[in-house]
């Protein structure tokens, strides 16, 4: 049974850093791309970081990028989401999602089958 579990999520202040983990259970985490999407009351998942292979390239969305970093651990099959220089509107639910092999169009929800119920990111300003 593939498992994604989400932890790390708390509450920061704006300017702050976290480190988001995906622990995962249930499938060879080796041939899986892996994303991270944010979601907020009323609004639709948006992509946050996504390598769209197992071994391949590291997307990030505009806000992301300069800020945020995807990394995969193999031996822990975890992945993560370090996020630095954290603001306001990065608050939300931060999901982590599975796909074999390949996610076209990795920032987007439908490139994936599986996914975890996510963690609490809150930044106060």
């Known amino acids: 049974q593939v498992r994604l579990v989400e932890s790390g999520g708390r509450l920061v202040h704006s300017g702050g850093s976290l480190k988001l983990s995906c622990t995962t259970s249930?499938?060879?985490?080796?041939?899986?791309?892996i994303g991270w999407f944010r979601q907020i009351p009323g609004k639709d998942r948006q992509g946050v970081a996504c390598?769209?292979?197992?071994?391949?390239?590291?997307i990030y969305s505009a806000s992301a990028k300069g800020r945020f970093t995807f990394s995969r651990d193999s031996a822990k099959k975890t992945a993560y989401l370090q996020l630095n220089n954290l603001k306001p509107e990065d608050a939300g639910i931060y999901s982590c999602?599975?796909?074999?092999?390949?996610?076209?169009?990795?920032?987007?929800?439908?490139?994936?089958?599986?996914w975890g119920r996510g963690t609490q990111v809150t930044v106060s300003s």
């Open positions: 390598s769209d292979t197992p071994h391949g390239t590291t």
């Open positions: 999602a599975a796909v074999p092999a390949e996610a076209k169009r990795c920032l987007l929800p439908y490139s994936f089958e599986h």
């Open positions: 249930g499938f060879r985490f080796n041939q899986y791309a």
